[in-house]
C-alpha cells in the first residue's frame, strides 16, 4: 500500500507544470505570428558573439560517443578534470536529488528526516523545480548570510545568480562548505555564468586534493561559449559520489559532435582571450548607450549589470509584464520573471538595431511621464 501512494505522489510531483525559459522564440511564433521569428531575442543570457562552429567531419554522427578527449581537454580550461558530464548542467540539476537522496536515506535508516532544501526565493527555477519532483520540501532564501543558521538537507547557491546578477563573496561560500559538512548537508553551487570571471570560481577556490564531500559544482558552455545547443555540462564533486552519478547520467549522455565541437572550443585560447574583452567593450558601450533608455523605460534604475546579463527589478508584476510586451512592440524579446526583466548583453553589431528600437518606442510614449501613466 505504502508503495502504491509513494508512486502516485511521485506521479503527482512529476505532473507539475514545468518552469518557462528564454530563448522561446519558436512558442512566439505560434502566439503571435511569424513577426516573432524576426524580434531581435535578447531573452536567453547565452553570448550573443559565440564561439564559431566549424565544418565538422559527417563520419562523427555515426560514432558511439567517447568522452575522453573532451574530459582532457575539458581538465585543461578548468584546473581539474571533471567527474561526471550530462547533457548540458541541467542534466546534473536532474541527477542531483535522485544520488542525495538515496545517500540521506542510507544515513538516516531509511528514514528521511531531513528532506529541506535551500533554493535562492529569486533564481534559476529548474533547481527548485528538480528537488520538488522527487519529494523534498523547498524553502526559500533572499540572503545567503541566513543559510549560516539554518539546518537543510541541501542547500543551492546560483554563483552569480541567474537572474538577479548578484555575486556571493568567496568567504561566504567557504563558510557554507564548512556549515554543509558538519550538519552532513550538501551544498550545490551553479556556476553557469561564471566563465567571464574564473578567478570567482569555486575550482580556483578549493583544495582539489582535499575536496569537500558536501559540494558539488556545476559549470556549463553554453553561457560564455554559447553553445547551448551543444548540451554539455559538468559536475565537479568528491571521488566517491563520481561513480554513482555516471551511471545515473548514463553511457553516452553527450552526441559525439557535441564532444568534439566543445573540445576545440575548450582547447580555442585565443578566442576566449578576444571573448573577455569583447564582453567589456559591449558592457562599456551597453551602459553607456542602451541602458540610460532602458532606465527611463522601466522608470527604474535598480538593475545589476553582469557580464552577461542585466537585470532590472521593476515595481510590479504587472508593471514588469506591460513593459515587456511594449518592447516586443518594437520587436525586441527579453525574459520576464515576477517583477523583473533580464536582457542579455547584446552583440556588438546588434547594439544600433536595440537602441534605435528604443528610442522609437519612447518617442511612440510621447513623454516619460506618458510611459509611465501608461504603465499604471
Known amino acids: 500500500m505504502s508503495s502504491v501512494l509513494i508512486s502516485n505522489q511521485l506521479l503527482t510531483n512529476l505532473s507539475q507544470q514545468p ?3 528564454g530563448g522561446d522564440l519558436a512558442y512566439w511564433q505560434r502566439k503571435v505570428g511569424d513577426d516573432a ?25 555515426m560514432a558511439l560517443p567517447d568522452q575522453a578527449i573532451l574530459l582532457d ?22 541527477s542531483l536529488p535522485l544520488l542525495i537522496k538515496e545517500n540521506l536515506l542510507v544515513k538516516e535508516s531509511r528514514a528521511l528526516k531531513n528532506s529541506i532544501v535551500m ?33 537543510f538537507a541541501v542547500a543551492v547557491i546560483i554563483q552569480p545568480n541567474n537572474p538577479t546578477g548578484e555575486w556571493v563573496t568567496n568567504d ?16 550545490i553551487v551553479d556556476e553557469a555564468f561564471v566563465d567571464p570571471c574564473p578567478e570567482l570560481s569555486l575550482l580556483a577556490q578549493c583544495n582539489h586534493d582535499q575536496w569537500p564531500e558536501s559540494l558539488f559544482v556545476l559549470r556549463s558552455v553554453g553561457k560564455f561559449f554559447g553553445l547551448a545547443g551543444a548540451r554539455v555540462g559538468f559536475v565537479f564533486c568528491a571521488e566517491k559520489w563520481q561513480k554513482v552519478l555516471k551511471n545515473l547520467i548514463g553511457p553516452w549522455p553527450v552526441a559525439t559532435p557535441s564532444l568534439h565541437l566543445v573540445s576545440l572550443a575548450f582547447a ?84 544600433d538595431r536595440l537602441d534605435k528600437a528604443l528610442i522609437r518606442l519612447l518617442k511612440s510614449a510621447g513623454s516619460v511621464e506618458f510611459t509611465r501613466g501608461e504603465l499604471g
Open 73 to 94: 581537454s575539458a581538465e585543461k580550461y578548468y584546473g581539474r578534470r571533471p567527474n561526471a558530464l550530462g547533457a548540458g548542467s541541467q542534466h546534473i540539476i536532474e
Open 268 to 351: 580555442d585560447v585565443e578566442w576566449q582571450r578576444q571573448a573577455f574583452g569583447s564582453l567589456k567593450q559591449r558592457q562599456a558601450a551597453f551602459v553607456e548607450r542602451v541602458m540610460p533608455k532602458f532606465n527611463t523605460i522601466f522608470d527604474s534604475q535598480d538593475s545589476v549589470v553582469n557580464s552577461l546579463f542585466i537585470t532590472w527589478r521593476l515595481d510590479s508584476d504587472e508593471c514588469a509584464e506591460q513593459i515587456f510586451n511594449l518592447l516586443h512592440q518594437v520587436g525586441i524579446h527579453t525574459r520576464l520573471g515576477e517583477g523583473w526583466i533580464r536582457v542579455a548583453l547584446p552583440a556588438m553589431d546588434e547594439m
Open 19 to 21: 518552469p518557462k525559459h
Open 172 to 187: 561566504e561560500l567557504l563558510a557554507l562548505i564548512d556549515h554543509a559538512e558538519q550538519q552532513g548537508a550538501s551544498l
Open 119 to 151: 533554493v535562492p526565493r529569486v533564481g534559476y527555477q529548474e533547481h527548485a523545480f528538480a528537488w520538488q519532483k522527487w519529494g523534498f520540501e523547498l524553502a526559500y532564501y533572499d540572503s545567503v548570510e541566513t543559510l549560516l543558521e539554518q539546518e
Open 37 to 61: 521569428l524576426n524580434w531581435l531575442d535578447l531573452s536567453s543570457a547565452c553570448n550573443r558573439e559565440p564561439w564559431p562552429i566549424p565544418i565538422i567531419d559527417p563520419e562523427l554522427w
